[in-house]
């Protein structure tokens, strides 16, 4: 949509083509269906610090097309926006629907067309160069230039399969395998399943690699039924190596330093007759409190008056340095992000265009650029759509 209109905008003459019924189907789940739209950060460096791989290749995108870029234009197509915490941008009606209508309405105003249910099959090329696009039902379109934004391979009822990623590499691009981001983790442990639905809030996640430690952070994360997730975890896997293996250790207890927690326990062991689980309830959620003891290698019915020292040396190491082990993660159809795609190299930063086939240009998650959560991925999508647009129109122009 970005590509098209800016495409549009800047005198090109262009067709929007979208497998899908409408436009944006994607845009209509993010942030939960409110759409992160992008992140209202200032400074050029504030963005490329959220986006692990090949930050560097975005920055003549995001040069000319700044976070606040985006929310002008969508408030100059009659979306207006709000910044939440964490600078996270949204339309202020809270409907990811809105900011795709603004968007349809500026190609309306481009006079972009639109051919919904339009399914591209193959990149047409000529004299080296791209010439258009194959479609699935048969026709051939032509076109001086092609701009591919396919997307990844995430979520692919909203149409995103990894075409473009297959057509980058028939037309000889190298492609950087897909993996899942900004996705759910596997447990080699299985009592995280035991208790899949609860959700734990102000904890300390850290993950470690290969006796490097990749993320620690403070926040609310979520057990299920294949292990962990939640925000805390979502935000670690885009750090996870590439054979996704990782220890977890998890701080129940992170604003207690040792000694305090130690004297705590001593408190509340100090009742007597009750039982160690019931105790606990007044340090874990109701669930993990009656499964907790068990972590620890101590019956939970013990009274706690039987509690030795050992054992509640034992209780306070877990509750501040609970091992998990991740095996793996989700699949990428339920990751929020691909990493992996089309290799930056191939590309010009400055244009988006392929430095292998001229007049082909890739836009958005089909690039091996993925960031953070926080409105950084839809951003990277509208500045690379909106450099390839503009720039496509520009080589055209120079040739006409
Ligand atoms: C659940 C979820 C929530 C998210 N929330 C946020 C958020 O709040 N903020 C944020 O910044 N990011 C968020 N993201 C990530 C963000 O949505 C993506 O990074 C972004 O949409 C990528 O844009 P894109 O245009 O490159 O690809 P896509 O949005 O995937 O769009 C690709 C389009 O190409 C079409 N297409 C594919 N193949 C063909 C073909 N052969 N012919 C014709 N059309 C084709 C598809 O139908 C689709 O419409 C979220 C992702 C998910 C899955």
Redesign the pocket.
Known sequence: ??AALFAAQSGAQVTL????EK?????Y????G??????ACEDMQDFLREVPRNPRFLFSALRQFSPQDMLDLLRALGCETKVERGR?A?PVSDH?SDVTKALEKGLRQAGAAIRLH????GILQKNGRAAG?Q??NGEALAASAVIV????L??PS???????LR?AQETGHQVTPPRPS?VGLRTKETWPMELQGLTLKNVCLTGSSYGKIIYSEQGEMLFTHFGVSGPLVIELSCHLPEDGQAELTLNLKPGLTREQLDQRLMRELSAGKKQLSTVLQSLLPLRFSALFPQLCGVDGKTPCSQVTGKMRAAIADKLQALPLTVVGTRPIAE????RGGVAVKELSPNTMESKRLPGLYF?????DV??H?????????WA??ALAGKSAAKALQGEA
Request: hydrophobic share 35%; charged share 15%; aromatic share 6%.
């Open positions: 949509m970005m083509l979208e497998k899908n436009l944006g189907k994607k845009v789940i993010t942030g939960k409110r759409c992160n739209v992008t992140n996270r949204y990811a339009a399914e591209v099959s696009v479609l699935q934004c396919t997307g990844g995430s979520y909203t149409g995103s399969t990894g075409d473009g057509w900004l990751a929020i992000v691909t836009a958005g998650e089909a690039i993925d960031a959560t926080g409105g950084y991925n839809l951003h990277i999508a690379t759509g």
